[in-house]
């Protein structure tokens, strides 16, 4: 019986993989990697720094390091990827919103391992200090992944360009 339910849990889990729609954003660029530890002939484990873009709001920029396993399971692109992830965003120009966005809507997704774990950035707003706040976290469909990092973005004037209010682009 626990073989059975452990199958199905698996099978459920392959089809909520299958389903996921496309990223938020597009594919993060490649900044650069540092090797951690040496592998003899294969890949060695790495710090990978990336920086995406905000697809909704035009401005703001995070940048994010993970790290990558190398070895024969990252090889073969099987490594479950532990889930230490730092995280920055700024303001990179004038801010422009696209739409209404909710509070925790998810900027950005990436699979961290074959089929369970999943890296998110999600957005929100403090409205009371208008200021962009992004959290990135790992989850995992069996037992979850509490690690996370935060950063946070006052949203200034850029040139001529006054600062628009976030709070006025919640969707509530």
């Known amino acids: 019986m626990k073989s059975f339910l452990r199958a199905a849990v698996l099978a459920f889990a392959s089809m909520a993989a299958l389903a996921q729609p496309a990223l938020s954003a597009d594919e993060p660029d490649l900044i650069f990697k540092k090797s951690t530890v040496w592998k003899f002939l294969t890949p060695d484990h790495k710090l990978a720094t990336y920086a995406v873009d905000d697809p909704l709001v035009e401005g703001v920029a995070c940048h994010f390091t993970v790290p990558e396993k190398g070895g024969v399971s990252g090889w073969l692109g ?27 809507e998810e900027m950005f997704r990436q699979r961290r391992s074959f089929l369970f774990k999943k890296m998110r950035i999600v957005r929100g707003c403090d409205a009371k200090r208008n200021v962009l706040v992004y ?29 628009p209010r976030c709070a006025d682009w919640l969707d509530d």
Not at 88 to 102: D, I, L
Not at 138 to 154: A, L, R
């Open 135 to 163: 959290l990135v976290y790992s989850d995992k469909i069996i037992e979850g992944s509490p690690k996370n990092s935060t950063s946070t973005v006052p949203i200034m004037p850029w040139g001529e360009a006054s600062a």
């Open 78 to 104: 099987v490594a479950e990827e532990v889930s230490d992830i730092s995280l920055a965003c700024r303001q990179v120009g004038p801010v422009t919103f696209k739409a209404k966005f909710e509070q925790g």
